[in-house]
């Protein structure tokens, strides 16, 4: 039981933290980089990933976050710039999450 209890903690705390680099990271390129040129490369969405992979990866030794929540997170702040970006490219500007 108590196995079970660890696991679903696990996802929680995963899901809770690649959730909020994604809102966070689209949100902060969509509203202060809108005039940034170089947010609009491929080399953007890339950097942002591995130094968020990196700024987590210390915290692997915490009983909840793993290798796996690292790249997860590293991934969906990725995914949030190239987000934001398209949101400023398309004219979004004030669109939600």
């Given at each position: 039981?108590?196995?079970i209890?660890?696991v ?15 809102a ?46 690292a ?11 190239k ?15």
């Amino acid at each position: 039981m108590g196995e079970i209890l660890f696991v679903a903690a696990s996802i929680a705390v995963s899901l809770a933290v690649t959730t909020f680099g994604y809102a966070v990271s689209r949100r902060y390129v969509r509203d202060r980089l809108k005039y940034v040129d170089a947010v609009q490369t491929m080399k953007a969405p890339i950097l942002a990933g591995v130094g968020a992979w990196l700024l987590l990866m210390p915290f692997t030794f915490l009983p909840f976050i793993g290798i796996g929540t690292a790249m997860v997170f590293g991934l969906s702040v990725g995914l949030g710039v190239k987000a934001g970006a398209n949101d400023i490219r398309i004219g979004r500007l004030s669109g939600g999450f």
